[in-house]
Structures are given as structure tokens and as C-alpha cells.
């Protein structure tokens, strides 16, 4: 249970083990929620709760401790904002495979507002493990434990998140209707 | 038309989370495969796209000062009182300092090497401080080995590794427990890895691998030298490079 009751050397401990993750809290937060104001928000609701259970941390990982508590605080609020019908979409395989055009494809990795906006449009579940791969570094383990997947299915899971981005860059258009959104 | 192989061993192999024994067979597969060869080339300019366009967003600076302040600790509890209560806290003030000055004597007499990786830390730490990254700042292997001649009584061993999107980003001189180290920097996305070099002597080196104050490091041997990797990057991000190292 939490406690209330750190002292000082469990804050000093807490800033020197946790606080260095903040950036890789806040962008986890970011990609999952859209907007920044409500990244900021959840991340510092999720550093209040993982100051709280700091007691539960002993060792280990602290960032994958840390961005598993982000990723739960920002599915609640996903919940609470109604921003998001639970669905879990790593269990539905039926990503369309367009033709591909590989110059639309090209000019499209180029382009920082597509990718920007392919990577929103992709499923939660999708993006998280595509942010936590290319952007955080984290590998597959860590991914499993943040994400509470067993560690066998990570690999399938971003060889399709890496397909279906491909699709959005190369048809966003079309988005809605294939994500049921 | 395809192949088992791209949806799934693949990615395994572009992330860089098969053996040796398995990213040799892939490779392997590769040389056969051309289904899987042009998938992976889809792969890593998916990822290169990616990487490039800087989508990390870092936590803006006033976030960071917010939480510090609301954090409930000790300090918030002053409240409590005076007169007897204080005794209590005297009492649990004089525990930790036993505590304290105990946990220091181990520290103090338990092993070099733990007070190394702290100071390789620290040092790594420094390094983010505006301006302090790199004394040179060089992408190219031959402009930062020459700039340690006469200033360390050996040569680092110089290399870059942009190839394995590891880019050499230049070279500083470091201090690690009196003794000058030479630091090389390196890319990762968005972070740095310091890895730091020194001749290799079995009293002070580093060893091992693990997380001090929410930074990785893993030391290794190579040739006479004894390296150091420190970074904010996954374990496995920074074994990579220690792989690199050791292969080179």
C-alpha cells in the first residue's frame, strides 16, 4: 500500500532514481494524450502517485517502473475523457496491406507533420509500443513490463505497429474508417 | 510471394534482441532471402524517418519545478508539534545519523570500484551541463583521436559507429578519482552516452554493469583499456554499443 510517510532520504532517493525519467514520462504522456497541457497534467499526477508507492520500487528498472505508471494514468484519463472506446486492437489483425507506393512513401518519412500525424492516428496501443521502441530506446523486455504484455508477443505487435504506420503515411485519408475511430 | 520470416524475426533483428548465434543465422537468411532484405530496407528507413524528425518531447522546464513542490515530504510535516514529540525526533534524528554515518563507513571501505562508477556518473552528469558535452566536437574518428595526443599518457581507442546509429558526436577529458580519463561522447535519438577510457589496472578499474542515480552503465575490457558506459539509454541500448566496442 502507499504510504505518506517517506523521509527525507526516500526523496532524495526518489529524485535521484525517478526524477531523471521525467522527459521519458512527460513524452510517453504526450503521444498517448495529444495535447501538452494534459500530458503535463497526467505526468505530474503520475509522479505523485509513483512518489507514493516509491516503497513498492526496490530495484531494477526505474524508468520502466516509472512509464508503466504514466501509461496507466493516462489510459485513465483516456477513460475518463472519454477520448477512447476500449478496444484492444493488437488482437485485431486485419490491417488492410495497400499497394504501396514507395515515393509517397519516401516524401512522407521526410515530412515531420506526417509522421507527426500518422503516429497520432495509430491506435494507443500501437503508438505506445512505437514511442516506447523508437523514441525511448526501451527494449522488448522493458516494453513488456511497462505495457503488461508477455514478453512474446512485443515482436509481432511492432511488426505490425510499423505496418500500419507505413499505411497512414502513405493513405491517411482513409484512417477513420479502418481504425473505427 | 513473402516471407514467414519479415512479420516477425525480423523486427527481432532490426531491434537488436537476437543472440549472436540468431542474428548470425538471420544474416545469413538475408544473403538468401530477397524478400526479407527488401523488408528490412522498408524497416530502416521507417525507422530512420523516425528518428530524424525529432518527435521527442522533452518535459517542458517549469513541469519538473511544479512536482518538486508538490511532493509531500518531511518538510510538510513540521506541524507536528513540540515539547515531548521532539524527543521522538530527536531519537529518530540521532537513528539515521547512526545510519547514515554506517552506510558511509561501508561505502568508504567497501569496494573502489562502486565510488568509480559514481564518479563516472557524476562526471557523465556534468557533461549534460550546457556547453560541457564534448571539448571536441567531431563526428570523425580521425579529427578526435589526434586531439588526445599529449594530453593522456595513452591513445583511446577512437571509432565511430554511425552505422549502427551510434554516431560519434567528439571527445573531453574527464577527471575520475584524481585520475585523467578520456571521455568519448556518442548519439543515441535524443540522449548521450559518455564512455569513458582509462589504461586498464586491476585496483581501480570498473567492472560489471547496473543503474546508479537513474543512469545505466556497464563497463567492459578491451586491449589494455578499461571502458565505462554511462547513459540514460536502455541496458540494452548501452550493451549495444559495448558489443561495438568489443567487436571493433
Redesign the interface.
Known amino acids: 500500500m502507499a504510504t505518506d510517510v517517506l523521509n527525507e532520504d526516500d526523496r532524495s532517493r526518489f529524485e535521484a532514481i525517478v526524477m531523471p525519467h521525467l522527459d521519458a514520462a512527460y513524452n510517453l504522456a504526450r503521444w498517448l494524450l495529444g495535447g501538452r497541457n494534459e500530458a503535463e497534467d497526467v505526468t505530474q499526477d503520475a509522479m505523485l502517485r509513483a512518489y507514493r508507492f516509491f516503497n513498492t520500487f526496490h530495484s531494477g528498472d526505474a524508468r520502466a517502473w516509472l512509464l508503466q505508471i504514466v501509461r496507466n494514468c493516462c489510459y485513465t484519463w483516456l477513460q475518463k475523457n472519454r477520448k477512447w472506446v476500449d478496444v484492444d486492437e493488437l488482437d485485431d489483425a486485419s490491417v488492410p496491406r495497400e499497394k504501396e507506393t514507395p515515393e509517397t512513401l519516401a516524401i512522407s518519412l521526410n515530412d515531420r507533420e506526417r509522421l507527426t500525424r500518422a503516429l497520432e492516428q495509430l491506435s494507443p496501443h500501437f503508438r505506445e509500443i512505437l514511442v516506447l521502441r523508437e523514441l525511448e530506446g526501451c527494449s522488448y523486455k522493458e516494453i513488456a513490463a511497462i505495457t503488461s504484455r508477455p514478453i512474446g508477443t512485443i515482436m509481432s505487435a511492432l511488426a505490425r505497429a510499423r505496418q500500419q504506420l507505413r499505411v497512414l503515411l502513405i493513405a491517411p485519408a482513409s484512417k477513420e474508417a479502418r481504425l473505427g475511430l | 510471394m513473402g516471407c514467414e520470416l519479415a ?6 533483428y532490426l ?1 537488436g ?1 537476437l543472440d549472436a548465434t540468431g542474428s548470425a543465422d538471420f544474416n545469413q537468411h538475408l544473403r538468401n532471402c530477397p524478400v526479407c532484405a527488401g523488408a528490412l530496407e ?2 530502416e ?16 522546464a517549469g ?2 519545478l ?3 513542490e ?5 518538510r510538510a510535516q513540521k506541524s507536528a508539534g513540540l515539547g515531548l514529540i521532539s524527543w521522538r525526533w530527536f531519537a529518530v534524528a540521532m537513528a ?1 545519523l547512526l545510519a547514515a554515518f554506517v552506510g558511509w563507513r561501508q561505502l568508504s571501505i567497501g569496494n573502489q570500484r562502486t565510488a568509480a562508477v559514481v564518479a563516472a556518473v557524476d562526471a557523465h552528469l556534468r557533461s549534460l551541463q550546457p556547453g560541457h558535452l564534448a571539448d571536441v566536437q567531431s563526428t570523425d574518428q580521425h579529427t578526435v583521436k589526434p586531439w588526445f595526443d599529449g594530453k593522456l599518457d595513452f591513445a583511446p581507442p577512437v571509432r565511430d559507429f554511425s552505422s549502427a546509429d551510434f554516431p560519434l558526436l567528439g571527445g573531453r577529458l574527464d577527471v575520475i578519482e584524481g585520475r585523467t580519463v578520456a571521455a568519448l561522447v556518442y548519439g ?4 548521450f552516452i559518455s564512455v569513458f577510457v582509462e589504461k586498464a589496472a586491476p585496483d581501480t578499474s570498473w567492472s560489471g554493469s547496473g ?1 546508479a ?3 545505466h552503465w556497464t563497463a567492459w575490457n578491451k586491449d589494455g583499456f578499461t571502458f565505462c558506459g554511462v547513459s ?6 548501452l550493451n549495444r554499443l559495448k558489443e561495438l566496442f568489443i567487436q571493433e
Do not use: F, M, N
Open positions: 512479420q516477425t524475426r525480423l523486427h527481432a531491434d534482441e522498408e524497416e528507413a521507417l525507422r530512420q524517418g523516425l528518428q530524424q524528425a525529432r518527435l521527442y518531447s522533452r518535459a517542458p513541469l519538473k511544479r512536482i518538486a508538490s511532493l509531500p515530504g518531511i539515521l543515441r535519438r535524443k540522449h543503474e542515480q537513474g543512469y540514460d539509454v536502455s541496458s540494452a541500448d
